[in-house]
């Protein structure tokens, strides 16, 4: 064996060390936790959950790692509504395992915890709660309370599986075209009713409006007429007489002769 091969022997030596302890544990990454498993002794151990960082454990034995974040995904659904129509639901759901049965849920579903039983969950829910609402409601009017009604039951359901679904919303929902129409149609004629309500609205008010002005001006009228007298007419009459008598423009007065006649008088100038 030359000198290099001896000088190299330490470092190969190093290498299958390092390779061999690498193997002897598990790397836990952040916003993850882990189940251990034992091979040849109890299985999954339980009542214990492993934090982040490395974890040293004899190869033969195993480490289920697990995301506690909170994750989501996005399911595609086709649904039957109330009247049999046809509905697509674009949905979004946020879960999370619950941090400390992360051992239970290990031995009874496993890591493919979403496939097994969330998503399988969301389905038949969605199927159940869309099916009590006609098409127009899952579309426009009742969305929230349908997305809801989904998440309460599937909380109940997810519950004794040891996973918590944190929200669903409903993105987007589909309806076959000729539903869609007829919709759009539905809503159209109830805002040309609501758009005629105002106006039959705002004519009533202003009806009304002329109805009081009109009222007001009768009721002056009537008080101005009470007002004017024969005898006021003559005493207004006399005092213009005298103002004009009073002036020093030359003029001629003609009085009535009649007992209402009033004096007629003609500027001479």
């Not at 969330?118 to 709660?129: E, F, H, N, T």
């Not at 000729?178 to 759009?184: L, T």
Request: charged content about 20%; aromatic content about 8%.
């Amino acid at each position: 064996m030359t000198r290099n091969q001896l000088m190299l022997m330490p470092l190969l030596l190093i290498l299958i060390l390092v390779s061999g302890l690498t193997g002897c544990g598990t790397q836990i990454p952040s916003g993850h936790s882990g189940v251990f498993y034992y091979k040849f002794g109890s299985g999954t151990e339980m009542g214990k959950i492993y934090s982040e960082g490395f974890n040293w454990h004899f190869p033969w034995n195993n480490m289920f790692v697990y995301k506690v974040q909170m994750d989501e995904q996005r399911e595609d659904l086709h649904v039957l509504s109330s009247d049999g129509a046809s509905i697509g639901l674009e949905m979004t759901v946020w879960f999370r395992p619950i941090y400390n049965k992360l051992d239970s849920l290990q031995v009874i579903i496993g890591p493919n915890y979403y496939n097994v039983a969330v998503a399988p969950g969301l389905r038949g829910v969605a199927r159940s709660v869309v099916g009590k609402f006609k098409p127009e409601e899952v579309y426009s009017t009742r969305r929230e309370e349908i997305a809801g009604e989904i998440l309460l039951e599937m909380q109940n359901l997810m519950k004794d599986k040891f996973i918590l679904v944190e929200n669903i919303i409903i993105r987007n929902v589909v309806l076959p075209p000729m539903v869609s129409e007829a919709i759009n149609a539905k809503l159209e004629a109830a805002q040309e009713a609501e758009k005629m309500q105002f106006v039959l609205l705002k004519e009533t008010q202003e009806a009304e409006r002329k109805r009081i002005e009109a009222k007001g001006i009768a009721d002056f009228q009537k008080i101005v007429a009470s007002g004017v007298t024969p005898s006021l007419l003559t005493w207004k009459g006399i005092e213009a007489t005298q103002k004009l008598a009073e002036s020093p423009n030359t003029k001629v007065i003609i009085i009535g002769n009649s007992k209402d006649g009033l004096p007629v008088i003609l500027d001479t100038k």
